[in-house]
């Protein structure tokens, strides 16, 4: 299967422990999102990136949270000293770029309990 | 991008054709009609889109009126694996790569 995928699928951290999450785009999508989901709503967009520049970022996303996508490829998203707010799942999604109605696909997505 | 309105539930039986409406009625000429689904603990699946003419694929039909103001995605032939919440997206196509915005979506139930 060469979908999005990511890892870990679950994670479950103490209060103020930093976690970081991993996803792998479609082999040649060029933009790469991320977003968060809370029970019960809607994803809700986080950040997203061409390449390897992150191009545009939520509200959302605090100062403790960070992404990065080195290389273009798989992007990393590390939430520092966690909080109980936190705890959510964490979707990825790629298109291949060519077109602003390209079709987002997601991954299954990392699903965060904070204690 | 144009908000959308959808009824928080629908249960359909199974074998029978689902119809879940959307109202968009704020909707600007260049924006499209996107419906994903996400089925429980699963991250969301594309289904389809459409601009102004009526669409169909292999999952689903999107017949959207004429006004554009409404739309509605048909499942001609629910089946159980079809219960998932389904959302309604009104995006802008402008050349800019923009993220999808998510409302609170339709939780369709097939019955069997």
């Known amino acids: 299967d060469t979908g999005v995928s990511q890892n870990p699928r679950h994670k479950i951290t103490k209060r103020g422990q930093n976690v970081t999450f991993r996803c792998d785009p479609i082999?040649?999508?060029?933009?790469l999102y991320w977003y968060r989901q809370t029970l019960g709503q809607g994803p809700e967009f986080l950040t997203y990136f061409q390449n390897e520049a992150q191009l545009e970022k939520s509200r959302l996303l605090s100062d403790r949270f960070s992404a990065e996508r080195p290389k273009g490829s798989f992007s990393t998203l590390e939430i520092q000293r966690t909080e109980q707010g936190d705890s959510a799942m964490y979707l990825c999604a790629s298109t291949l770029g060519e077109s602003s109605t390209d079709t987002q696909y997601f991954g299954p997505g990392t699903r965060l309990t904070v204690l | 991008d144009a908000k959308t309105t959808q009824p928080p539930s629908m249960d359909c039986a199974e074998g029978r054709a689902a119809n879940l409406p959307c109202n968009h009625s704020?909707?600007?000429?260049?924006?499209?009609v996107y419906w994903y689904r996400q089925i429980h603990s699963q991250g969301p699946q594309y289904i389809i889109h459409g601009l102004k003419n009526n669409e169909t694929n292999e999952m689903a039909s999107l017949i959207i009126t004429e006004d554009r103001k409404s739309s509605t995605l048909i499942l001609p032939h629910a089946t159980l694996r079809d219960t998932a919440v389904y959302y309604c997206i009104v995006r802008e196509f402008s050349g800019s790569a923009r993220q999808l915005t998510f409302g609170s979506g339709t939780q369709l139930t097939v019955l069997p």
């Open positions: 704020t909707i600007s000429g260049n924006e499209y």
């Open positions: 082999s040649e999508h060029n933009r």
